[in-house]
């Protein structure tokens, strides 16, 4: 069974009752994520990161990548963290992933009590890497190598993996509240999926493309009397010429405009990358 190990940015910089919150709602999120796109998997939260272990690994990416709040991801290698350990797992990860003449470095970090060194695993690690594979010319080059590996050392685990996926990263979905979108063009789309990236729990409402939002959120809904009323703003999508004539006396919420500095092209753009899932 595959292994991914997701990261988030932000949630980091809260305070620990926060963060483990926001940490719950990002879990609950990828699960319902993964539910909705029918992939099996188990999801499990240790420290500052999250660990899919799924036998789909491709499908769970994709899946992933919609989930707000995770920063990127990486398909992981593991063992203990045992040095040896560490050092025999990077060797033959390595096999086959450096060409001929290529040059590579390792980058490791740690995050608990062990014997070593963040350097001592890379040192270690980099030198059972380049015996393993002196018969192909390879060489270290610690800036701009060819090929890099990534170690994290965390508690009594160790992961190794060579490519890191970038996702959206934001908040999760369902920490700041509610809002309700009024959705029936390009503009309407960004706008909603740009509060949901700051974790709201958009309220559609309009005739746009409720489709292709709910992808990135699967609890999402249409606008209702009831929903309305726990709503705690509005959000339009707006030009700064569309601004002409508007009057916030005539709304019972405050009203927020997140494309009102975006061009048309630019939000043409962002629609068709929601849309195609960037």
Not at 32 to 57: I, N, Q
Not at 247 to 263: G, I, R
């Amino acid at each position: 069974m595959a292994m991914l190990l997701l990261r988030y940015s932000e949630i980091g910089l809260k305070s620990d009752a926060v963060r483990r919150r926001f940490e719950n709602q990002l879990k609950d999120n990828i699960v319902s994520m993964l539910m909705a796109d029918s992939v099996e998997a188990f999801v499990s939260r240790k420290g500052a990161r999250l660990y899919v272990e799924t036998e789909d690994p491709e499908k769970a990416v994709r899946s992933l990548r919609k989930v707000f709040g995770v920063a990127s991801i990486s398909l992981v290698e593991q063992c203990s963290s045992d040095l040896e350990d560490i050092c025999r797992m990077a060797a033959e990860y390595s096999k086959g992933r450096l060409s001929p003449g290529q040059t590579f470095a390792v980058d490791a970090r740690r995050d608990g009590s062990h014997p070593y060194t963040s350097l001592d695993v890379a040192r270690e690690a980099g030198s059972a890497i380049f015996l393993e594979n002196e018969g192909l010319g390879v060489k270290v080059k610690l800036t701009g190598p060819d090929v890099k590996f990534f170690i994290e050392v965390r508690d009594n685990r160790a992961y190794l993996f060579s490519d890191v996926i970038q996702c959206h990263a934001g908040l999760p979905i369902g920490t700041q509240g509610k809002v309700v979108a009024d959705v029936d063009d390009d503009r309407g789309l960004v706008s909603a999926w740009m509060v949901m990236k700051r974790g709201c729990r958009v309220i559609f409402r309009g005739s746009g493309d409720f489709e292709s939002l709910k992808r990135y959120d699967p609890e999402m809904r249409r606008c209702d009397d009831k929903n309305v009323k726990y709503a705690l703003a509005y959000v339009q999508g707006r030009s700064l010429e569309d601004m002409d004539g508007f009057d916030a006396a005539e709304y019972d919420l405050p009203v927020f405009f997140p494309t009102v500095a975006m061009s048309d092209d630019e939000v043409s753009t962002m629609a068709d990358g929601i849309r195609e899932g960037f």
